[in-house]
């Protein structure tokens, strides 16, 4: 199904479909990489497209972020040019959170500490950057683009605690949430146990500085959405 839908196209961007509920989270999201991988080896296209993640460079530790990485391996063999849009955690993450953060008055964070900065974008910024890559002129080369997405600025835990007190009227404080209780908090914003448990690898990756933007590979572009506006979306 997936060849067909892209027999004949000019360009293809590669989107690997999240699914938070399933219960074996790792062996799915693989599967789904190798399905998309194998369609566009049939019939390639001269232009892909991959949104990928920071972090995707790194082989082992990343929880969730192994799949980006397992994205990024398969389509290297691909004959086409292909640019690999790396995003920066989404600003729109935040959903699971804000609903209990604005009724009790407390955002419990796996980001920690609570003064590091992070790198985060608003997810329609990724779209519009997605479709300037995808008209650009080919890249040139044998190896594949890599462009590396992330918003105006960085932020902590202690900034979208006080962007959702502002939003929402009242006092909002950051706390820094046990790590023996990230996946049950991951669970009650709606994610299965097997995904939970690879967000919260995630998690330890970017609490440990492991991730970020790869020194020395591909470029750095820069969205334009606030964290407050991103947020106000959700509150």
């Known amino acids: 199904m997936i060849a067909r839908a892209i027999d004949g196209a000019d360009a293809v961007q590669v989107i690997c479909p999240i699914v938070p509920t399933a219960v074996h989270a790792r062996a799915e999201l693989f599967g789904v990489v190798d399905a998309l991988a194998k369609a566009l080896a049939s019939a390639p ?32 063999e691909l004959p086409s040019d292909v640019t690999f849009l790396r995003s920066a955690e989404h600003m729109q993450n935040w959903r699971r959170q804000v609903p209990a953060a604005v009724e009790s008055g407390v955002l419990g964070s796996l980001h920690q500490p609570l003064t590091k900065r992070f790198p985060t974008v608003s997810a329609p910024d990724v779209g519009v950057v997605a479709a300037e890559l995808l008209t650009d002129a080919a890249p040139g080369s044998s190896a594949p683009r890599v462009v590396h997405l992330e918003g105006p600025r960085r932020y902590t835990a202690l900034d979208v605690a006080a962007a959702l007190s502002e939003l929402a009227g009242r006092d909002v404080v950051a706390r820094e949430l046990p790590r023996s209780d990230w996946v049950a908090a991951l669970q009650h914003g709606g994610v299965g146990a097997s995904y939970a448990e690879l967000v919260a690898e995630l998690f330890d990756a970017h609490n440990a500085g492991r991730v970020d933007a790869e020194q020395g590979a591909g470029e750095v572009r820069r969205g334009t959405t ?9 509150v």
């Open 45 to 76: 296209p001269p232009t892909v497209l991959a949104i990928s993640d920071y972090g995707a460079e790194l082989e082992a530790g990343t929880g969730i972020t192994l799949t980006f990485h397992h994205l990024e391996r398969r389509l290297r």
């Open 226 to 234: 606030e964290l407050r506006e991103a947020l106000s979306e959700l």
